[in-house]
């Protein structure tokens, strides 16, 4: 479970360490591993919806790009998957409550040091 005394509360930009980190990360997004981490270590069950939120959050970070509830809930629905914006939203609430992602000014969502480290250690 997550040591709330033990992460720091910084919002750190999900960067790629090497090309070789990131196209390790994408391959082994189909098997969703580096995110069951994240949820495990922080104490959250593993969700098709959590799964999907996340991966989306992740999508936006490797691109560069800002991503808020409806960017997300835009995300989902390319990919064919029927969740209403209070259910991404609720998902993205939890998110915060435990520390994986972060809530910006700008109504975006950024992960956070600690989230960004664990998504990291291990990405094949």
């Not at 691109?63 to 998957?81: F, K, T």
């Not at 914006?85 to 700008?106: M, N, P, T, W």
Request: proline share 4%; aromatic share 8%.
């Amino acid at each position: 479970m997550h040591n709330a005394s033990a992460s720091t509360n910084a919002v750190t930009p999900l960067q790629p360490p090497a090309r070789m980190a990131q196209d390790a990360i994408a391959l082994n997004r189909k098997t969703n591993k580096p995110i069951r981490e994240l949820l495990r270590f922080y104490g959250l069950r593993t969700s098709l919806i959590r799964l999907k939120v996340i991966d989306a959050l992740l999508v936006a970070a490797w691109d560069g790009r800002a991503i808020g509830v409806h960017g997300v809930l835009a995300y989902l629905e390319s990919s064919a998957a029927e969740w209403s914006f209070i259910s991404v939203r609720e998902v993205l609430k939890r998110l915060c409550d435990v520390g994986v992602i972060h809530y910006q000014a700008d109504r975006s969502y950024s992960f956070t040091a600690g989230a960004c480290e664990i998504l990291m250690q291990n990405p094949g």
